[in-house]
């Protein structure tokens, strides 16, 4: 499975983005998906992960109600809406995807076995 992620930027606060995460070799709806993301001199942190049946999915709390995951099955991509954007979410963004994440590992990076390349997203204040 190849991921690529892109759509990142420079935006101001407030503002939003959305992220996309093209895949190729195998359908996304079959896999569990996620959205992670790093900054500077800090570990890689779940954002929001979204389970086959696409039902419920998990999103941090620093994000609620401001980052939202979709996937669109007949493109196969994955979608990250980011809205009122904050400084404190710069960082680069990875997409991934599991074929055997079970719930109660869906925020650990460990779980996951693909991951696109990353996309910088920077939050000026």
């Known amino acids: 499975v190849q991921l690529q992620a892109y759509g990142g930027g420079l935006v101001q606060t407030g503002g939003s983005l959305r992220l996309s995460c093209a895949a190729s070799g195998r359908a996304l709806r079959s896999l569990t998906t996620a959205w992670f993301r790093q900054a500077p001199g800090k570990g890689r942190e779940v954002v929001v992960a979204?389970?086959?049946?696409?039902?419920?999915?998990y999103t941090a709390d620093s994000v609620k109600g401001r980052f939202t995951i979709s996937r669109d099955n007949a493109k196969n991509t994955l979608y990250l809406q980011m809205n009122n954007l904050k400084p404190d979410d710069t960082a680069v963004y990875y997409c991934?995807?599991?074929?055997?994440?079970?719930?109660?590992?869906?925020?650990?990076?460990?779980?996951?076995?693909?991951w696109g390349q990353g996309t910088l997203v920077t939050v000026s204040s």
């Open positions: 979204l389970k086959v049946n696409n039902n419920n999915p």
């Open positions: 991934a995807a599991g074929g055997s994440v079970i719930t109660s590992s869906m925020t650990n990076p460990d779980a996951y076995n693909y």
